[in-house]
């Protein structure tokens, strides 16, 4: 059984950083990949960001290109997002997810995933 748990969600001005963080139990995750969506009010789940197993590679949409970073410590378990100027279009619940499956590719829809986390919620006022 995995459990993937996020936290570090919060409220936060416009401008400012937050840090999430995404710590997998029951199985360990240094074999996935490892990816951070989010989805707002009334839309539909959108790909954040994700790191190979090694966090060699990452992949970014390009809203977030320049203010996320995504990061992992495979010795704890954890997959970490950095957000910096953070914008109120930025304002969701966030989610981790684990791509058990290795590919060539970069996953980027929600359907390559297989684990998900409950999600934290990240509100950015103007």
């Known amino acids: 059984q995995v459990q993937l748990v996020e936290s570090g969600g919060g409220l936060v001005q416009a401008g400012g950083s937050l840090t999430l963080s995404c710590a997998a139990s029951?199985?360990?995750?240094?074999?996935?990949?490892m990816g951070w969506f989010r989805q707002a009010p009334g839309k539909e789940r959108e790909f954040v960001a994700a790191i190979s197993r090694r966090g060699i590679r990452t992949s970014y949409v390009d809203s977030v290109k320049g203010r996320f970073t995504i990061s992992r410590e495979n010795a704890k378990n954890t997959v970490y997002l950095q957000m910096a100027s953070l914008k109120p279009e930025d304002t969701a619940v966030y989610y981790c997810a684990a791509d058990v499956e290795y590919t060539t590719t970069m996953p980027v829809l929600s359907r390559e995933y297989d684990y998900w986390g409950q999600g934290t919620q990240v509100t950015v006022s103007s």
């Open positions: 029951g199985r360990t995750v240094i074999s996935w990949t």
